[in-house]
């Protein structure tokens, strides 16, 4: 099994410009001199989440409608004694087929979600079954014809009939590279809706300085928002020769790392976020990439001074391993990392539970379903401490896209895995591959189904039966 890279060396060094999967959509490229007043005619942010307000409105008018009439011929039955007919769902037994129904090995009972303020969904079935979808690859920036964001809105019904509550999508900003997360220009903008991808962490220089070093940055607007020079990097950044007060968190070497105890830096990228979060375009929340680029504390910062529905962390540190390159089957210290960064940020924060996705594909792999219990008899991946802020996954974009496979869940068992973690506490990440997987899609739709119909969500409560480790 591959361990996966640890996230700063996942890029070369810093090459001239591309057009990345936002900027090649020329149609519905927005680049902003200054925060609109008013939402842009072609914002696709509007549209699309429109589109799945109404969609799940009809929706749920309809089983609400049907429901309606199946509770009429339910009491017309009952009150004809010529009757012998059953009620819908009933088998010959006079049995509920719903009755059947046992999910193996747990039992999962809903709690209220109202008071951990993770996420607010659509309607009170939303709200209590939160489903994420990753709606990108790490090809999907090459995506030919009108560009990825057209593509995905002619799949918004596929989506909203899923049952899926928020959509992930990548990062908006003018980019160096071009799956873009190697930003610089972040008014330079393509709008997109739901949960962005934002980079915090570091950021492009649009051009050298008297001394020949590339640390001269670019807002995207006429005025100094975002104009930033060596002042804004921290001074042991390793890419480019910063002035500013050393890193808060650990070091990323494509790209100049910068300085968050800078008041200006502070001030410039919480604006950003609050007109990425305005009408204006129309985000609902954050996917942090390289949240351990910089501290909880700093994170904790943008978070609460920008409210986000969901605030999801990519913090993805290696397991611990045997002598023979298996992973161990006790990853505590693994998942405590992750459960001390949502602690130390506080508020709406969550993060993908990458403790949860080893330990899962390695149980499968090598036939240990006993490493799925830890010690205490609780889930052994972050979802086991903190349920309502580990968002669970199978793959993304990083760790198993066609051509970008770090660390890639066994292609065989990949049902196995969304089995495991749509009738689990938590909130779940369907990859986007899989999703539309013509192979994959409709059990994979199905097994939401099933999560949604029975109320399960992040906090559900959970009791594994069988299994555990020595």
Same mark, same amino acid.
């Given at each position: 099994?591959?361990?996966?890279? $640890?996230? @700063?060396?996942?890029?070369?060094?810093?090459?001239?410009?591309?057009?990345?999967?936002?900027?090649?959509?020329?149609?519905?490229?927005?680049?902003?001199?200054?925060?609109?007043?008013?939402?842009?005619?072609?914002?696709?942010?509007?549209?699309?989440?429109?589109?799945?307000?109404?969609?799940? @409105?009809?929706?749920?008018?309809?089983?609400?409608?049907?429901?309606?009439?199946?509770?009429?011929?339910?009491?017309?039955?009952?009150?004809?004694?010529?009757?012998?007919?059953?009620?819908?769902?009933?088998?010959?037994?006079?049995?509920?087929?719903?009755?059947?129904?046992?999910?193996?090995?747990?039992?999962?009972? $809903?709690?209220?979600?109202?008071?951990?303020?993770?996420?607010?969904?659509?309607?009170?079935?939303?709200?209590?079954?939160? /489903?994420?979808?990753?709606?990108?690859? !790490? &090809?999907?920036?090459?995506?030919?014809?009108?560009?990825?964001?057209?593509?995905?809105?002619?799949?918004?019904?596929? /989506? #909203?009939?899923?049952?899926?509550?928020?959509? !992930?999508?990548?990062?908006?900003?003018?980019?160096?590279?071009?799956?873009?997360?190697?930003?610089?220009?972040?008014?330079?903008?393509?709008?997109?809706?739901?949960?962005?991808?934002?980079?915090?962490?570091?950021?492009? %220089?649009?051009?050298?300085?008297?001394?020949?070093?590339?640390? *001269?940055?670019?807002?995207?607007?006429?005025?100094?928002?975002?104009? !930033?020079?060596?002042?804004?990097?921290?001074?042991?950044?390793?890419?480019?020769?910063?002035?500013?007060?050393?890193?808060?968190?650990?070091?990323?070497?494509?790209?100049?790392?910068?300085?968050?105890?800078?008041?200006?830096?502070?001030?410039?990228?919480?604006?950003?976020?609050?007109?990425?979060?305005?009408?204006?375009?129309?985000?609902?929340?954050?996917?942090?990439?390289?949240?351990?680029?910089?501290?909880?504390?700093?994170?904790?910062?943008? *978070?609460?001074?920008?409210?986000?529905?969901?605030?999801? %962390? &990519?913090?993805? #540190?290696?397991?611990?391993?045997?002598?023979?390159?298996?992973?161990?089957?006790?990853?505590?210290?693994?998942?405590?990392?992750?459960?001390? !960064?949502?602690?130390?940020?506080?508020?709406?924060?969550?993060?993908?539970?990458?403790?949860?996705?080893? /330990?899962?594909?390695?149980?499968?792999?090598?036939?240990?379903?006993?490493?799925?219990?830890? %010690?205490?008899?609780?889930?052994?991946?972050?979802?086991?401490?903190?349920?309502?802020?580990?968002?669970?996954?199978?793959?993304?974009?990083?760790?198993?896209?066609?051509?970008?496979?770090?660390?890639?869940?066994?292609?065989?068992?990949?049902?196995?895995?969304?089995?495991?973690?749509?009738?689990?506490?938590?909130?779940?990440?369907?990859?986007?591959?899989?999703?539309?997987?013509?192979?994959?899609?409709?059990?994979?739709?199905?097994?939401?189904? /099933?999560?949604?119909?029975?109320? *399960?969500?992040?906090?559900?409560?959970?009791?594994?039966?069988?299994?555990?480790?020595?």
């Amino acid at each position: 099994m591959s361990r996966p890279e $640890p996230r @700063a060396q996942r890029f070369g060094s810093a090459s001239p410009f591309f057009l990345s999967h936002k900027s090649c959509v020329t149609r519905h490229r927005l680049c902003f001199s200054l925060p609109p007043t008013q939402p842009p005619a072609s914002s696709l942010a509007a549209a699309i989440l429109l589109r799945l307000e109404l969609e799940r @409105a009809r929706q749920a008018a309809k089983v609400r409608s049907e429901a309606d009439v199946s509770s009429s011929n339910r009491a017309r039955t009952r009150c004809s004694s010529s009757s012998s007919r059953k009620p819908h769902g009933v088998g010959a037994s006079g049995t509920s087929a719903l009755a059947t129904l046992e999910l193996p090995v747990l039992h999962c009972y $809903p709690c209220s979600l109202a008071s951990n303020g993770v996420l607010r969904g659509l309607s009170s079935q939303a709200a209590l079954s939160q /489903i994420l979808l990753q709606a990108f690859n !790490w &090809e999907s920036w090459n995506k030919g014809g009108p560009g990825w964001y057209d593509y995905l809105q002619s799949q918004v019904d596929d /989506i #909203t009939a899923a049952g899926i509550t928020h959509v !992930w999508l990548p990062p908006p900003s003018h980019s160096v590279d071009a799956q873009g997360y190697l930003p610089g220009r972040l008014y330079d903008l393509n709008v997109s809706q739901c949960i962005a991808d934002i980079v915090l962490n570091h950021r492009t %220089a649009e051009s050298k300085d008297g001394r020949g070093v590339y640390c *001269i940055f670019e807002g995207g607007t006429p005025d100094g928002r975002l104009d !930033w020079g060596p002042h804004m990097i921290c001074r042991n950044d390793s890419y480019s020769d910063g002035t500013g007060n050393a890193d808060t968190g650990l070091d990323y070497k494509p790209a100049p790392d910068l300085d968050h105890l800078n008041d200006v830096v502070r001030s410039d990228l919480t604006g950003w976020l609050q007109w990425m979060k305005s009408d204006a375009v129309g985000f609902d929340g954050w996917r942090l990439d390289f949240a351990n680029g910089y501290s909880p504390a700093v994170a904790g910062r943008y *978070i609460s001074s920008t409210t986000p529905d969901l605030a999801v %962390a &990519e913090i993805w #540190t290696d397991l611990a391993y045997e002598q023979d390159g298996r992973p161990r089957a006790d990853q505590d210290a693994h998942r405590q990392v992750l459960a001390d !960064w949502v602690d130390a940020v506080g508020g709406p924060a969550a993060a993908f539970d990458y403790t949860t996705k080893g /330990i899962l594909q390695a149980a499968l792999n090598f036939s240990q379903l006993s490493w799925m219990k830890d %010690a205490q008899g609780r889930a052994p991946g972050l979802v086991g401490l903190r349920p309502h802020q580990a968002v669970t996954f199978v793959d993304n974009h990083d760790t198993g896209s066609k051509t970008h496979q770090l660390w890639p869940f066994p292609p065989a068992m990949i049902l196995q895995g969304y089995a495991y973690i749509l009738t689990h506490p938590g909130i779940p990440c369907i990859f986007y591959d899989h999703f539309f997987d013509p192979d994959m899609k409709d059990q994979i739709t199905t097994m939401m189904k /099933i999560r949604t119909r029975n109320k *399960i969500g992040p906090a559900s409560k959970l009791r594994i039966l069988l299994g555990g480790r020595a």
